[in-house]
């Protein structure tokens, strides 16, 4: 079974600018969630989607949203780009119909904002 | 404020031996805890789980404990490998609907051969 795939790898972009992710679940798994990993910070949640609905929200501000698809497939979007956005940003998946459940993760995409 | 901590940016163990990391947690909330494992330019695996109802979960050389009254948890990994040499997330979940895990900063650990 395919893992969780993400697009692009590496993104760069300067402050100001706007950049979509895109993450493609296990197939199956209907949750997808996006989170975001910088030095010393550990992950931070971001967002759960589930049959194509926000399920749960980070404390992120409206500057990032995200959609989810008919077929799971989900984006993230980030719009006016600061600088402090730079990181590595990771996609889970998991089944979804159960409360904690593990989550599978992509190998996620290297924002980089000049 | 971090609601999940691991205090301990670092670790160094010789091949062999125990790998004891530690994570610690504020919100008493949390009632579901994972450990995943993350190598360079990789995403984040899974490695155990333990719900707030156990005290203890084992899955081969991994064993993770759970301290519900210090709010503490740790993974013992027994005997070290050096393909252990990685960064170790605790994480941490209240009981709600759906997928909200709450991170630590994570701890690195290296297995010297």
């Known amino acids: 079974k395919a893992g969780v795939t993400q697009t692009p790898r590496y993104l760069i972009k300067t402050r100001g600018q706007q950049v979509t992710l895109s993450c493609s679940p296990i197939?199956?798994?209907?949750?997808v969630s996006w989170y975001q990993q910088t030095p010393g910070q550990g992950l931070q949640f971001l967002f759960e989607y589930f049959s194509e609905t926000q399920r749960n929200k980070g404390n992120f501000p409206g500057r990032f949203s995200g959609r989810q698809f008919s077929n799971s497939r989900s984006e993230m979007n980030v719009s006016t780009l600061e600088l402090g956005d730079s990181a590595l940003y990771l996609c889970a998946s998991s089944v979804g119909e159960a409360t904690n459940e593990k989550l599978f993760f992509g190998s996620g995409t290297q924002l980089s904002v000049l | 404020d971090q609601q999940v901590k691991q205090n301990s940016p670092s670790l160094s163990v010789q091949e062999g031996r125990i790998s004891i990391l530690n994570c610690d947690y504020t919100?008493?909330?949390?009632?579901?805890f994972l450990w995943y494992k993350k190598y360079p330019a990789e995403g984040p695996t899974f490695l155990i789980s333990i719900s707030s109802i156990k005290d203890k979960n084992e899955d081969g050389r991994f064993t993770v404990f759970l301290n519900k009254s210090a709010k503490h948890l740790s993974l013992h990994i027994v005997p070290s490998q050096p393909g252990d040499s990685a960064v170790y997330f605790c994480a941490a979940s209240p009981l709600l609907y759906g997928q909200n895990f709450v991170f630590g900063p994570g701890t690195r650990l290296s297995v010297l051969p």
């Open positions: 919100n008493s909330m949390f009632d579901y």
């Open positions: 197939s199956g798994h209907r949750s």
